[in-house]
T-cell receptor
């Protein structure tokens, strides 16, 4: 079993829709939870970063972490065609072994 | 622009050959990570160096090796290349100190094609 699981998609939504992207994980030692966005043929770039459980909002983006369920989500409100990209979750633990793991990414297409 | 540079941008070579990919981290970042990204495998962590020392190892083949030099640039060496090694190779850097920040900054990648 992979430590981080992410549905690869693709996920196609109409412009303006609310998008929900999710990852599950198995290692309870993960403390930091990140979402990266990767446009085609580019390197990933950090979108949001959360420590431990809870919600974090940044403009149209909301990240949620539920450590009890080992489940994290990224919500995109009022999705735009420019949001079309691959979204990768990533998780980090610094206690004991330093481990930074990426999900395989979910490909999102927002249709105009 | 993330501040991480990678050379070359593209590399085309033949099976059995050896290549070296180079990465310069952002100024001040001590940690360098190497990733392989292919269509069917997603972003696969290969190896991490912190201030010249190997810190973590992922799914790196024995034919692959890396090092980080005193000036903090890093090289990834791929030898006895096979068709399946064709992929995008990303380098990322971060501060990687306890307490964060833990953002990784990715370079533009090197696209390797093995014929």
């Amino acid at each position: 079993q992979k430590e981080v699981e992410q549905d690869p998609g693709p996920l196609s939504v109409p412009e303006g829709a609310i998008v929900s992207l999710n990852c599950t994980y198995s290692n309870s030692a993960f403390q930091y939870f990140m979402w990266y966005r990767q446009y085609s043929r580019k390197g990933p770039e950090l979108l949001m970063y959360t420590y431990s459980s809870g919600n974090k909002e940044d403009g149209r983006f909301t990240a949620q972490v539920d450590k009890s369920s080992k489940y994290i989500s990224l919500f995109i409100r009022d999705s735009q065609p420019s949001d079309s990209a691959t979204y990768l979750c990533a998780m980090l633990t610094t206690s004991g072994t330093y481990k930074y793991i990426f999900g395989t990414g979910t490909r999102l297409k927002v249709l105009a | 622009d993330s501040g991480v540079t990678q050379t070359p941008k593209h590399l085309i070579t033949a099976t059995g050959q050896r290549v070296t990919l180079r990465c310069s981290p952002r100024s001040g970042d001590l940690s360098v990570y190497w990733y392989q990204q292919s269509l069917d495998q997603g972003l696969q962590f290969l190896i991490q160096y912190y201030n010249g020392e190997e810190r973590a190892k992922g799914n790196i083949l024995e034919r692959f090796s890396a090092q980080q030099f005193p000036d903090l640039h890093s090289e990834l060496n791929l030898s006895s290349l096979e068709l399946g090694d064709s992929a995008l190779y990303f380098c990322a850097s971060s501060v990687a100190v306890p307490g964060g920040p833990h953002e990784q900054f990715f370079g533009p990648g090197t696209r390797l094609t093995v014929l």
